[in-house]
C-alpha cells in the first residue's frame, strides 16, 4: 500500500517513508513520528516538534474510490489544533473529497470505498466500534451553499444540541444558541427574530447561521467546503474575520478556490493535484517559495 | 351505410389526390414555373377538402339521425296515442315501435304503432341513402372547387398545413369539451333533480330511502332524498382507507428514499405498482371473498358483531389500493429535498431517524399533503370496492364494523337497470355524481397547486 | 458564556452520553423496522390477494364433465326442425342407461339432477351443426350440475350434515359409483373460453366478455390514439403559452382525476341519453373509455415528445423543413416507442375499468357474443361484477378465474409495454 501510493509522486513530498506503520491509532505514536513527519515535508521546518500544537487529525496512506475511479491516491497528511488550514487545488483534485473523509461524510455516497487510516484524537474514525453519529458531532461542517434547514433561526442552531442531548433545560438550550450565534456573529443581526426561518435570512447570513449550527455542538473541528463559494465579497469578508475568530476555540479546514483566501485566513495550506497531496506546508511558504513545480504552476495561474 | 360513404370518399379523395398531382406537374412543366409546393401537397390538400366537410357531415348526420326520426314518428302517432304522455312514456312508446320494427313483436301492439314501425322503417333507411348521397355530392363539391386551386403558384404545402392545424386544436379541445360536458349533463340532471326535491332538503336531510320514491304517487318522495348518511359513509370509509394507507405509505417511502440498497428499490417498486394496476373490481371481489369473513370470524371470536359488509372490509381493502399511490408521491415528495438539506442534518451528526423526521418529513411536508389529498379524493370516487364490499342501506352511523353506504355506490345502483330519464332516483344519482365532481375537483386543484408550488420551492 | 462551558465539558464518552447514544441509535433502528414492516404488510398483501385468488380460481379451470353416448332418436329430432328437438329427454335417458335398475321417481329425479341444465343445449348446438347426425349414435361429454362439480372438486366436503350442502348422500351414492366404473372426469374446462354467459356455472364463459372488451378497447384506441397524439404535438410543439394552452393543461390534469363513475354519467347522459345511441353498447363504452384513457396518452405523449433532444429538430429546421414536416418526419417517429408505451398502459387501465361500463349498461345478462359495435355486450371486468353477484356456488371459483384471466391480459400488456420502453426507446 504504501509502495503503491509513493509511486509517482515526488520525493520531495513524500512524508509518508518513515513512518509506513499502518498501526498507529494511539497518540503516543502520533507523537513519536510527529517530529519526523515535519521535516520530511521540507518546506516547514519553522513546524517543528517543539512548537507544534499536538495533531488533531491524522491521515496516513488514504485512499479513496468511487466505484472504479480511483479518487484519492495515499493521502498523508496531519491537522493541528487551533489552526486553519486550508486545501488548495484545481477542480476535481480530491480535495473536497479528503475533506469529506474526515468526517466521513462520503459514507452517504454510495460505491465509495475509503482504505487507509484517518485517527482523530489518536482515534481512528473507520474503526467498527466508532459511532459515524458521534464523530459528526465531533467534527462540523459548513458546506459550499448555504443550507439551513427550513426551520427557524433558533431552531436551526439548537438542532445538533438537541439530537445530541446537549442541553438538558430550555435555560442551557437557550444559552448554546445565543452563545453559538455571538460567536458566529450574527446574534445582534437576528436577536429579535429568532422564530424566523432560516432560509429567509441573506446568503452571508445564511452561512453564518450554518456556522452557528456547526458550532453550537462545539465540535473540535470545523472541516469549511467552500464556504464563501456562493457569497458576495462583503460577505466573504465577514466569514474570513469569522474563521480567524473560530480559530482560538477550534481546529478548522477550509477547502477553498481562492488563494488569496487561503492566503489570508490559513497558517498551513495543503496543495492537492490529480487525487495526490503534492505538497504541504506552511501557507506563507507555499505561496512564497513552494517545492514543487506544480505547486508553483498552480499558485502563478499556470493551470488552474 | 357509414361503410359505403366512407368508401366513396376514399374513391373521390384519392381521385382527387392523383389528378390535383398531375395536374400540377403538368402545369409547372408547361409554364416552365416551379411549384411552390411539392405535388404531393396539392394532392393532400384536395383529398383533405374532399374527405373531411363530408365525414364530419355523416358523423353529425348519425349522431341526429335517430332522434329526429324518434321525433318525426312522435309527430305523427295519432293523437289519442301520444296524448298527456310525460316523457319518460314517450321514449317508451317509441322503444316499442323500434322493437316491432326489428321484428321482435311481444303480444298484440296496436296498429297505429305497426304502422308507425313500418315508416321507422322507410324512413330510416331513406335517411341513410340520403346521408350517402348528400355526402358523396359534398365529397365531390369539395374535390370541384379545390381542383380550380391546384396551380403552381398555390401554396398547398401551407393550406395542408392549415388543416392539420385545425385538426390538431380541434383534439386538443376534447378535454375542454370532455369538461364541459360532464358539468352540463351533472348541471342539467342535477337541475331537473332539483325541481322535484329541495337543495336543502338534499344536502342536510338525514334519510335516504331513494327506493320508496319510484313507488306509484310517491314521486315527490319527501324525506327520502336527505343525502347526509350517504356523505357520511363515503367520508367513514374513505377516512378508514386513509388511516390504513398513509402511515403503511408513507413508511414504505421512507424506507425506500433513506434505508434500502438500489437492489432492495428496484424489487419493490414494481411490485407496489402492481399492487397500483389491479382493476378496482379485483380489490372488491378480493374484499368480499377474504377479507369480509376474515374480517367477520375475527369479531366474532373477540365477542364484536360485525356486519357482512362493514365499513372495515370496505375501507380496508380501498386502503390497500391506495398505499402505493401515497408511496409513490410521499417518495417524489421526499426524493424532492435537496440533497443539502439532507447532508447538512448528517454532517450535524445526526441519525437517519433524526433527519427524517425533523428536518426530510418537515421540508416534503407540502409535497406529502400534496399526494395526501389526491389519494383522498380517489377514496371519494372510488366506486367497485364499496359497490362489491359496502352496504346499500344509509345510515346515521361512524362505527366502521357497521355497513354503511356512499356516494358512489348509491349512484351505481340508483342508474343499474332500466333507467329513465324521469324520476328523482335516476335523477338523484346525477345530484350525486355533482357533489362527488365538485368535491374530488375541488381535492385535485388544491393538491395539485400544494404540489406543483412545492415543485418551484426546490427546483 | 455560559453556553460554551456546557458543551467543551461535554464527555461524548461517559456513561450518560453513551446511553443517550444508544437510545438514538435504537430509534432509527425502530423507524428502519417500521419500514421494513410497511413494505412487509404492503407486498404481504399483494400475495395474499393473488393467493386468494388462485387458491379459490384454479378449480374453474377443469370440468367435472361425464361421457355419454346418445342415440339421436330421429322421433325426438326431425330433420325439419333440428333446433327443436327434444334433447332434454334424450340427454337424461343416455345419462339414465348409465346406472341400470329401477329407480323411484324421486331417485330417478335426483339422479337426472346431478347433470347439468345446459347439457341439452351442447347435444342441440353439435346436432344443428351437423344435421346429417340424426339417427346415430354420438358420444360426447357434457358437464355436471354445479353442486357435483364443487363436490369432485372437494369444495363441498363430504363430512358436513346432509342439510348443509346441497349434494344430498343419495347423489354422492350415484356419484361414488359412477367414479369407480371410471366415468367422471375433469378435463380443462374449454367452455370457460369458448361459451357467453349463461346461468348455469358449468356452462358459462368468457368469450363474450372477450369480444366485448376487445371491441370497447378497438373503439378506445381508435378514439384515443389518434386524438390524444394529436392534442399532444399541438401542446408540446405548436401551442404558444397562453392562456388558451394553459386552460386545456389544467383540464388534461383534471380529467385525469375525475373519478370514473362520472365518465360513466356523462356517457349515460350524453351518448345514451342525448344522442341516443343504444344501452349495453362497446361502441359506447369504448367511447367512454376513450375520453378517460385521452388523459394518460397525452401525458405520455407529451413526456415522449420532450424526450427528443431540440439538436434533431434543430437540425432539421436548418434545412428547410417546415414545423410539420419537422414533426412529422423526425420528431414523432423518434418519439413513437415511447407514444406506444404509454398508449397501451392506458389501454391497460381501461381493459380494467369498471364502473363507467356498468352506468352505461354493458352489465346486462347476455348470452352471445357480440356480433359488432352496436350489438349488447359485457367487458371481462362487468362479467366479473356479474359473476360476483351470483348466488350460485361454482361462480365464486369462475369470478376467480375470470379475474386472473384478466390479470393475465394486463400483464401481457404491460410487458410488453416494458418490452418496448426498453428495446426500442433510445437514451439521449
Known amino acids: 500500500m504504501v509502495a503503491g501510493s509513493a509511486t509517482g509522486r515526488p520525493a520531495g513530498d513524500a ?32 513546524l517543528s516538534a517543539t512548537t507544534a500544537p499536538r495533531a488533531r487529525v491524522v491521515a496516513r496512506d488514504v485512499h479513496v474510490y468511487y466505484g472504479e475511479t480511483h479518487a484519492l491516491k495515499g493521502i498523508d497528511l496531519d491537522i493541528h489544533k487551533n489552526e486553519v488550514v486550508s486545501f488548495i487545488g484545481p477542480s476535481g483534485c480530491g480535495k473536497s473529497t479528503f475533506l469529506r473523509c474526515i468526517n466521513r461524510m462520503n459514507d452517504v455516497i ?31 461542517m459548513v458546506f459550499q451553499k448555504p443550507n439551513p434547514f427550513p426551520k427557524s433561526i433558533y431552531d436551526n442552531v439548537a438542532y445538533g444540541p438537541r439530537i445530541h442531548g446537549l442541553a438538558g433545560s430550555k435555560d442551557v438550550l437557550d444559552g448554546i444558541v445565543e452563545g453559538s450565534l455571538k460567536r458566529a456573529g450574527l446574534w445582534n443581526e437576528v436577536k429579535d427574530r429568532l422564530k424566523e426561518p432560516g432560509t429567509g435570512l441573506s446568503g452571508g447570513q445564511q452561512q453564518r447561521l450554518c456556522i452557528a449550527r456547526a458550532i453550537a455542538v462545539n465540535p473540535e473541528v470545523i472541516l469549511m467546503d467552500e464556504p464563501c463559494s456562493a457569497l458576495d465579497p462583503i460577505a466573504t469578508a465577514r466569514i474570513e474575520e469569522l474563521i480567524d475568530e473560530l480559530r482560538e476555540n477550534f481546529t478548522i479546514v477550509i477547502v477553498t478556490h481562492s488563494m488569496q483566501q487561503a492566503a489570508r485566513v490559513s497558517q498551513r495550506t495543503a496543495f492537492f493535484h490529480l487525487g495526490n497531496l503534492v505538497e504541504w506546508g506552511e501557507t506563507e511558504q507555499i505561496f512564497t517559495m513552494p517545492n514543487d513545480e506544480r505547486t508553483q504552476g498552480y499558485i502563478t495561474g499556470r493551470f488552474g | 351505410m357509414l361503410e359505403l360513404v366512407i368508401l366513396a370518399l376514399v374513391v373521390l379523395g384519392f381521385i382527387g389526390f392523383l389528378t390535383a398531382r398531375r395536374r400540377v406537374v403538368a402545369m409547372a412543366a408547361e409554364s416552365g414555373v416551379h411549384s411552390h409546393s411539392l405535388p404531393a401537397y396539392h394532392g393532400t390538400f384536395v383529398a383533405l377538402w374532399v374527405g373531411l366537410p363530408a365525414l364530419l357531415l355523416a358523423l353529425a348526420w348519425l ?21 298527456g304522455l310525460d316523457d319518460a312514456r314517450r321514449s317508451l312508446v317509441i322503444s316499442e315501435i323500434r322493437s316491432i320494427a326489428n321484428g321482435q313483436v311481444f303480444g298484440d301492439p296496436r296498429p297505429e304503432l305497426v304502422a308507425a314501425a313500418a315508416r321507422l322503417k322507410t324512413w330510416g333507411s331513406l335517411a341513410g341513402w340520403a346521408m350517402v348521397a348528400t355526402c358523396a355530392a359534398l365529397g365531390l363539391l369539395g374535390l370541384l372547387l379545390t381542383r380550380q386551386r391546384v396551380h403552381p403558384d398555390f401554396r398547398a404545402r401551407h393550406g395542408v398545413e392549415r388543416i392539420l392545424d385545425v385538426l390538431m386544436i380541434a383534439c386538443a379541445v376534447v378535454a375542454i369539451v370532455t369538461t364541459l360536458g360532464i358539468v352540463a349533463s ?17 344536502l342536510f336531510g338525514l334519510n335516504w330511502e331513494p ?45 425506500l428514499a433513506q434505508y434500502s440498497g438500489p437492489r432492495l428499490r428496484t424489487t419493490v417498486k414494481p411490485l407496489l405498482e402492481i399492487l397500483a394496476g389491479i382493476p378496482t373490481v379485483v380489490y372488491g371481489f378480493f374484499a368480499v371473498l377474504t377479507v369480509a369473513p376474515a374480517m367477520r370470524a375475527f369479531g366474532a371470536a373477540i365477542g364484536l358483531d360485525v356486519a357482512p359488509n362493514s365499513a372495515l372490509a370496505a375501507g380496508g381493502v380501498m386502503g390497500i389500493m391506495i398505499i402505493p399511490f401515497i408511496s409513490s408521491l410521499s417518495d417524489d415528495a421526499l426524493n424532492a429535498v435537496p440533497r443539502s438539506l439532507r447532508d447538512g442534518s448528517y454532517a450535524m451528526g445526526a441519525t437517519k431517524a433524526e433527519t427524517i423526521r425533523q428536518v426530510l418529513l418537515p421540508a416534503a411536508l407540502p409535497g406529502i399533503m400534496g399526494g395526501v389529498l389526491l389519494a383522498l379524493s380517489r377514496a371519494i ?18 362505527n366502521p364494523l357497521d355497513s354503511v353506504t356512499t356516494v358512489t355506490v348509491q349512484i351505481v345502483t340508483l342508474l343499474i337497470g332500466d333507467t329513465e330519464f324521469d324520476n328523482p332516483k335516476t335523477l338523484a344519482a346525477f345530484a350525486l355524481g355533482l357533489v362527488l365532481f365538485l368535491t374530488t375537483l375541488g381535492l385535485n386543484v388544491i393538491a395539485l397547486r400544494i404540489v406543483q408550488k412545492y415543485r418551484e420551492k426546490y427546483d | 458564556m455560559a453556553s460554551r462551558d456546557i458543551s467543551e465539558t461535554h464527555d461524548w464518552f461517559s456513561d450518560s452520553a453513551r446511553l443517550h447514544i444508544k437510545r438514538r441509535h435504537a430509534a432509527d433502528r425502530r423507524l428502519r423496522l417500521y419500514g421494513i414492516g410497511a413494505i412487509g404488510l404492503a407486498i404481504g398483501l399483494l400475495a395474499v390477494l393473488l393467493g386468494s385468488l388462485i387458491l379459490s380460481g384454479h378449480s374453474a379451470f377443469v370440468q367435472t364433465m361425464v361421457p355419454l353416448e346418445i342415440y339421436v332418436d330421429p322421433d325426438a329430432v326431425e330433420p325439419d326442425n333440428v333446433g327443436g328437438g327434444n334433447y332434454r329427454k334424450l340427454v337424461r335417458d343416455a345419462f339414465q342407461d348409465l346406472m341400470p335398475g329401477e329407480m323411484s321417481r324421486t331417485k330417478q329425479r335426483a339422479y337426472l339432477d346431478m347433470l347439468s341444465s345446459g347439457a341439452p343445449f351442447m347435444l342441440r348446438d353439435r346436432v344443428v351443426s351437423n344435421p346429417s347426425l340424426i339417427g346415430q349414435t354420438v358420444s360426447i361429454s357434457v358437464p355436471f350440475a354445479d353442486p357435483i362439480d364443487q363436490f369432485h372438486k372437494g369444495i363441498t366436503p363430504r363430512d358436513v350434515p346432509e342439510a348443509q350442502r346441497r349434494v344430498s348422500d343419495l347423489q354422492i351414492g350415484y356419484y361414488d359409483q359412477l367414479l369407480e366404473r371410471g366415468l367422471i372426469s375433469a378435463p380443462f374446462n374449454w367452455t370457460l373460453f369458448t361459451a357467453a354467459d349463461s346461468r348455469f356455472p358449468e356452462m358459462a364463459g368468457l368469450a363474450g366478455a372477450l369480444v366485448g372488451s376487445f371491441y370497447a378497447l378497438l373503439v378506445c384506441f381508435l378514439i384515443s390514439f389518434p386524438v390524444g397524439i394529436a392534442a399532444a404535438i399541438y401542446l408540446e410543439e405548436f401551442a404558444r403559452k397562453n392562456r388558451w394552452s394553459d386552460l386545456i393543461e389544467v383540464n388534461i390534469n383534471n380529467l385525469a382525476a375525475v373519478p370514473s363513475v362520472v365518465f360513466g354519467l356523462l356517457g349515460l347522459a350524453v351518448f345514451i341519453g342525448f344522442f341516443g345511441l343504444p344501452r349495453s353498447a362497446p361502441l359506447v363504452g369504448g367511447m367512454v373509455l376513450s375520453l378517460m384513457t385521452l388523459p394518460t396518452i397525452i401525458i405520455a405523449t407529451r413526456a415522449a415528445l420532450k424526450a427528443v433532444p431540440p439538436s434533431i429538430r434543430e437540425a432539421a429546421f436548418g434545412i428547410g423543413a417546415s414545423r410539420h414536416q419537422v414533426v412529422m418526419h423526425h ?5 413513437m416507442p415511447g407514444i406506444l408505451t404509454g398508449t397501451i398502459i392506458g389501454l391497460a387501465q381501461a381493459l380494467g375499468e369498471t364502473a363507467p361500463l356498468l352506468l352505461i349498461g354493458m352489465n346486462a345478462f347476455i348470452t352471445s357474443a357480440p356480433g359488432g359495435l352496436t350489438d349488447p355486450a359485457t367487458a371481462l371486468p362487468t362479467q366479473i361484477f356479474i359473476w360476483a353477484d351470483s348466488p350460485e356456488r361454482g361462480f365464486v371459483a369462475r369470478t376467480s378465474a375470470a379475474i386472473l384471466v384478466l390479470i393475465g391480459f394486463l400483464i401481457i400488456m404491460n410487458a410488453i409495454a416494458i418490452f418496448l420502453r426498453q428495446k426500442l426507446e433510445r437514451k439521449w
Do not use: W
Not at chain 2, 381 to 398: H, Q, R
Open chain 1, 15 to 46: 512524508n509518508d517513508e518513515p513512518e509506513g506503520t499502518q498501526a498507529m491509532s494511539e497518540v503516543e505514536v502520533l507523537e513519536a513520528v510527529k517530529p519526523e513527519s515535519s521535516p520530511a515535508t521540507r518546506g516547514g521546518p519553522n
Open chain 1, 110 to 140: 454510495e460505491g465509495c470505498r475509503v482504505t487507509g487510516e484517518i485517527t482523530l484524537d489518536g482515534q481512528d474514525i473507520y474503526a467498527r466500534e466508532l459511532d459515524v453519529v458521534q464523530l459528526r458531532a465531533r467534527v462540523g
Open chain 2, 63 to 83: 349522431l341526429l339521425q335517430d332522434s329526429v326520426i324518434d321525433y318525426l314518428i312522435l309527430a305523427g302517432l295519432p293523437e289519442h296515442i301520444t296524448a
Open chain 2, 211 to 255: 327506493q320508496i320514491a319510484i313507488r306509484a304517487d310517491q314521486v315527490a318522495g319527501h324525506g327520502a332524498f336527505g343525502a347526509v348518511p350517504v356523505f357520511l359513509g363515503t367520508l367513514l370509509v374513505a377516512f378508514i382507507a386513509m388511516t390504513f394507507a398513509v402511515p403503511v405509505g408513507l413508511l414504505a417511502a421512507i424506507y
Open chain 3, 331 to 335: 420528431v414523432l417517429p423518434l418519439a
Open chain 2, 186 to 202: 351533472l348541471l342539467f340532471e342535477a337541475f331537473r333533480f332539483f325541481e322535484r326535491i329541495p337543495l336543502g332538503e338534499f
Open chain 2, 381 to 398: 370516487g372510488e366506486t367497485m370496492i364499496v359497490v362489491m364490499a359496502a352496504g346499500l342501506i344509509a345510515k346515521m352511523t361512524v
